[in-house]
């Protein structure tokens, strides 16, 4: 079962653990940024640093991904409630 707070956090329900639609924000951020950044890297020829960030870009997807759960488990445990950004 997927919940939208890990357990033994220290939020609860009213007050969220974590800002979830302002990480959501700042994942897909770091993704775009990072596979731009890739592949100039990999078109300047500079290797090492495109391999470093799509490292990166992977790591912000993998975290686009599990926030996309937590947000979803969020909506089963109160459906029809809007969050803000910062919620």
């Known amino acids: 079962m997927t919940r939208s707070q890990p ?4 939020g609860t329900v009213g ?3 974590s800002a979830l639609n302002l990480r959501l924000v700042l ?7 990072m596979v731009v950044f890739g592949a100039l890297a990999f078109w300047a020829g ?3 640093l495109g391999v470093l960030c ?10 686009l991904v599990i926030i996309q759960r ?3 488990a969020r909506r089963r ?3 029809g409630t809007r ?4 919620e």
């Open 7 to 10: 357990r033994r956090a220290r």
């Open 15 to 17: 007050h969220a653990y």
């Open 27 to 33: 994942a897909s951020f770091g993704a775009v940024t």
């Open 46 to 48: 500079v290797v090492w």
């Open 54 to 63: 799509a490292l990166f870009a992977v790591v912000a997807v993998v975290d």
């Open 70 to 72: 937590r947000r979803a």
């Open 77 to 79: 445990e109160e459906p």
């Open 83 to 86: 969050h803000s950004l910062f």
